[in-house]
């Protein structure tokens, strides 16, 4: 399977959730997502967020801050340019069809990426975040929420129970935590900063990984 396969898998995939997506998750992602978008605003204000999806996160932002939004699906996009008129953002500079693995800005760009509920669907997710390191400032910070799942401890027992369960309502747990910090060291201009769980309960989990300065 190649990764334009997966990429188109993808859209399809999207083109469905669009119509419904914030009807579904609009109450039980606000936690996550006011909480990225906080995270991305302290660390300066131009920040890009990859797999804005429908713009949920948007209204989260200070004014004061400049939105590039980037995503894969056309139809998700579509329904993020609407809310940004509807409630008048005029911080989003910008919504653009980009893949995560390539994306369309110059070198240290941005204050911060926020990668919202987006890295365990890449089919490459180091090379998203190679990608997101080149677009990166220095002294800038990469946010990454998700679900994401426990490495040590009772929790990725409890989650390896619950794991059927889990895929029937389209979570998994398989896309560990271990997995971005890896990615940290092996680039030494990068810093794992830490992980903070997120509602409900730390089924989410928000990562930050900083660019040194
Ligand atoms: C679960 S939704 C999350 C949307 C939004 N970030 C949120 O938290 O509500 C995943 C989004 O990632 C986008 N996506 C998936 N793969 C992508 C890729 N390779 N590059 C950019 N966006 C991608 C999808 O089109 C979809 O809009």
């Given at each position: 399977m190649s990764v334009q396969y997966d990429l188109e898998g993808q859209q399809r995939v999207y083109e469905k959730w669009a119509p419904i997506y914030d009807a579904v998750y609009h109450k039980f992602l606000s936690d996550a997502h006011s909480r990225t978008a906080a995270a991305a605003a302290r660390c300066g204000k131009d920040i890009l967020e990859v797999?804005?999806?429908?713009?949920?996160?948007?209204?989260?932002?200070?004014?004061?801050c400049n939105i590039y939004g980037v995503d894969l699906s056309e139809h998700m996009l579509s329904k993020a340019v609407e809310k940004v008129r509807e409630l008048r953002?005029?911080?989003?500079?910008l919504l653009a069809s980009m893949d995560a693995c390539r994306l369309g800005f110059a070198d240290a760009s941005f204050d911060a990426v926020a990668v919202p509920f987006v890295i365990t669907l890449v089919p490459n997710p180091e090379g998203a975040l190679d990608e997101i390191r080149r677009v990166l400032k220095p002294g800038g910070e990469i946010v990454v929420t998700s679900k994401l799942g426990a490495d040590d401890g009772i929790v990725p027992k409890v989650e390896e129970v619950l794991a059927p369960l889990m895929k029937k309502v389209g979570?998994?747990?398989?896309?560990?935590?271990s997995r971005l910090e890896r990615w940290a060291e092996r680039h030494?201009?990068?810093?794992?900063?830490g992980v903070e769980p997120v509602f409900p309960a730390g089924f989410f989990k928000l990562v930050r990984i900083r660019k040194r300065g």
């Open positions: 797999g804005v999806g429908t713009g949920l996160i948007l209204r989260y932002y200070p004014v004061s953002l005029g911080n989003v500079k979570w998994s747990s398989h896309f560990k935590v030494p201009d990068m810093e794992f900063v």
